[in-house]
């Protein structure tokens, strides 16, 4: 059974930081691109940083030089920091899981709340 355990979330002012984690279990985590999501209130979900098997990452344009994703693969854990926090970035927050050539998996999400 696969499961994605997000923590880290909460309320913080703006300027602020935050490290998300995310626990893998199910998975041959090393092979996996791992990504967060997140969504805030009628939005759509929207892909905040990724990060390859390899290492190679990406993120949006809106958190660029804001957010660092990382990956321990002995932990089997993906971490997002996330500094200069803005009221924007308010949302939930979801771990993503992709296997080569199969359907991902997501976690239950954690809420990120930045007030102004």
């Known amino acids: 059974q696969v499961q994605l355990v997000e923590s880290g979330g909460g309320l913080v002012q703006a300027g602020g930081s935050l490290r998300l984690s995310c626990v893998a279990s199910?998975?041959?985590?090393?092979?996996?691109?791992m990504g967060w999501y997140r969504q805030a209130p009628g939005m759509e979900r929207e892909l905040v940083a990724a990060i390859t098997s390899s290492g190679r990452t990406n993120y949006a344009d809106s958190v660029k030089g804001r957010f660092t994703i990382s990956r321990d693969n002995a932990k089997r854990t993906v971490y997002l920091q996330m500094n200069s926090l803005k009221p924007e970035d308010t949302a939930v927050y979801y771990c993503n899981a992709q296997p080569p050539g199969a359907r991902g998996y997501w976690g239950q999400g954690t809420q990120v709340t930045v007030s102004s």
């Open positions: 199910g998975i041959i985590f090393n092979i996996n691109a």
